[in-house]
């Protein structure tokens, strides 16, 4: 029997890319020749796309997107890590525990107040994704460091470290792979909330106000194609991360099913 259809198997790399190519390819074939009534075709996506590239700016929207994007990221990664590292201490758990249940809180009011307390709209539409962003990233990395064990601290105890020399070679340093997974897990966050605050906060554009704008007119063939866009970017984002966590953390798999 193929390896494709025994369960817990893990086929070739070769075989799984094979495999997905020709998925994509059937699903393609399927939306080209057969289309949905509703959902515009394969050829009306791609003219959308060009004329959107050629005369809308997406590029220029995207960039001015993925800017912000990388910003919030930047911003959330370094809190969440301040915060989760805290929690190391237990004075300051319920610090981490309390942000991590804001991640229950929706935007809408929210982002009112913070319009009152911030002066321009971009630091309103940085605040909302530094703050979406860091709840979720909190909550991740949290897990990450109480799952330490007590041989791992124990381990570096016997090597002749204190308490603060066990916390900086076991938590920091040893789990920084599972944090940058964690932030790559979570990257996805801050693209669902750019393209809402970019429709709030509409001064400096962005895919999201594109996007927005596509929908507001029923151009849906323009709805797609800009959806089809932010896949691709954070299907390379996560490529890109996965490449960074093999050059820097070359052994983070090992052991690892």
């Known amino acids: 029997m193929s390896p494709l259809f025994i369960p817990n198997a893990h086929p070739r790399r070769a075989t799984l890319a094979a495999l997905v190519a020709g998925q994509v390819l059937a699903l393609l074939a399927l939306w080209l020749f057969y289309p949905l009534q509703l959902f515009p075709s394969l050829g009306d996506v791609?003219?959308?796309?060009g004329d959107l590239i050629t005369s809308q700016g997406l590029l220029q929207e995207l960039w001015a997107s993925l800017l912000t994007a990388f910003?919030?990221?930047?911003?959330a990664t370094v809190l969440a890590l301040f915060i989760s590292y805290l929690t190391a201490l237990p004075f300051f758990r319920p610090l981490a525990f309390a942000a991590s249940k804001l991640r229950y809180l929706t935007l809408t009011g929210l982002t009112f107040f913070m319009a009152l307390l911030l002066s321009s709209g971009h630091q309103v539409k940085l605040s909302v994704l530094v703050f979406g962003a860091t709840v979720y990233l909190v909550t991740?990395?949290?897990r990450v460091i109480l799952g330490t064990t007590q041989e791992e601290l124990d381990h570096a105890r016997t090597l002749g470290l204190g308490e603060w020399g066990s916390f900086w070679q076991v938590v920091v340093r040893g789990k920084l792979a599972d944090m940058l997974e964690v932030v790559r897990q979570n990257?996805?966050?801050i693209w669902t909330l750019i393209t809402l605050v970019e429709t709030l906060y509409q001064s400096e554009g962005g895919i999201g106000l594109l996007l927005y704008k596509q929908n507001r007119y029923l151009h849906l063939d323009g709805v797609v194609a800009i959806q089809l866009v932010i896949l691709a970017v954070g299907v390379a984002q996560d490529y890109g991360f996965e490449a960074v966590k093999?050059?820097?953390f070359p052994y983070a798999e090992l052991g690892k099913m």
């Open 46 to 49: 791609f003219r959308a796309l």
């Open 71 to 75: 910003q919030a990221l930047g911003i």
């Open 140 to 142: 991740g990395m949290t």
């Open 187 to 189: 990257f996805a966050i």
């Open 246 to 248: 093999k050059v820097f």
